[in-house]
């Protein structure tokens, strides 16, 4: 059996140790859990700005068929995206009980959901690679899964879904 010499900083012992043989340990992240149709989905809360339950949508013409519209937000304008639209799932009048509000560098924009939202945290849940299963443009807003109290839930990049959704329907527009 190899001694270790406990004398020796941590930093000594993994210096000479190359990047990509070092174990990545996950920092701790909290995520925001939610439904969208049947479907159960989290991102993380870092890329929230606000959690809206009392809002109300303003129809806007010849927004694409993924946006519901905008809402005011203390003076603010912003557009909000129905998420069952934009991940094209079966499209049930619901009341949108919750708005999540993200900001980029864009802006800021606003997410239909179907249910409230629970926060927790990464230490709560065990995470999964994303399957093959997924096409390549899944893949790209889609960063992994994570399991909680037995359900399963797609770990989802808000604006990046939209960037590449709305690329791929402006390429087939094209055709």
């Known amino acids: 059996m190899k001694r270790i010499n406990t004398d020796v900083p941590a930093e000594k012992l993994t210096s000479d140790i190359k ?3 070092k174990k990545d340990i996950p920092q701790e992240r909290a995520f925001a859990l939610f439904s969208v149709a049947q479907e159960s989905y989290c991102v993380d809360l870092d890329s929230i700005f606000e959690i809206l339950h009392d809002f109300a949508i303003m129809t806007v013409s010849h927004l694409p068929e993924f946006f519901e519209g905008v809402i005011n937000l203390r003076g603010e304008t912003i ?3 129905n998420l069952r639209n934009l991940l094209n799932l079966a499209s049930d009048k619901t009341d949108f009980p919750v708005c999540i509000i993200t900001q980029s560098s864009e ?3 606003g997410y239909l959901v179907d249910s409230d939202i629970e926060i927790i945290r990464s230490s709560e849940c ?4 994303l399957p093959d299963c997924f096409t390549h443009d899944e893949q790209k807003f889609l960063e992994g899964i994570i399991e909680y109290k037995n359900r399963l839930f797609g770990i989802i990049k808000l604006e990046q ?3 590449t959704i709305t690329e791929r329907r402006s390429e087939n527009e094209d055709k």
């Open 161 to 163: 879904a939209l960037k």
């Open 19 to 21: 990047p990509e043989t």
């Open 126 to 129: 065990q995470f999964f690679p």
């Open 107 to 109: 802006g800021k924009t």
């Open 79 to 81: 557009p909000v995206v």
